[in-house]
Each structure stands twice: as C-alpha cells, then as structure tokens.
C-alpha cells in the first residue's frame, strides 16, 4: 500500500498541548500511524482490485459463454 502523509510531529504537539506526556504522544502518534498506513486503503490500491476484478469477471463470462455453446451444441444434436 502507498504510505498516506500523517504529521506525526503536529499530532505530537497537539497532545502535548491537552496534557499528554513527550512518551504518551509519541507512542499515541506512532500508533496512529501505524494503523494509517496498514489499513487505510489508497486510490492505488483500488484501481488494482478493480483491474483484478474486471479479469476475474471476463474469465466468467468468457466460461458462461462457453458454456452454453456446448449446451447448444448438445441440445441441436439430440434434437436431430
């Protein structure tokens, strides 16, 4: 995933500002951060899985289509 821009010095200086510790801040920012940049999903990340999607989807159909020639083709030679 692409990292998100996360001001870790500014969210510092906010908790400091409310009473937080120098440690309880940095830990509180390093936290957040990390939790930015493993969940937060980019416009990368779906543009990828909309690509993987769109292939999955023409595989299924290209399958379904398939499919039913051979069901036709079936059909057309018991009816004969």
């Keep these: 995933m692409s990292a998100a821009i996360f001001d870790t010095h500014a969210y510092i200086k ?3 500002a409310v009473g937080f510790t120098e440690e309880q ?3 509180q920012a390093e ?3 990390d939790l930015i940049s493993e ?3 980019t416009k ?3 543009d990828l899985r909309i690509a993987e999607l769109k292939t ?3 595989k299924w159909m ?3 289509a ?3 020639v051979a069901l036709l083709i079936t059909l057309s030679k018991i009816g004969h």
């Design 14 to 16: 906010r908790m400091r």
């Design 39 to 41: 969940r937060l999903v």
């Design 56 to 58: 999955e989807l023409v």
């Design 31 to 33: 936290t957040v951060a």
């Design 25 to 27: 801040a940095e830990v």
């Design 44 to 46: 990368a990340d779906l």
């Design 62 to 64: 290209l399958g379904i």
């Design 66 to 68: 398939v499919g039913q």
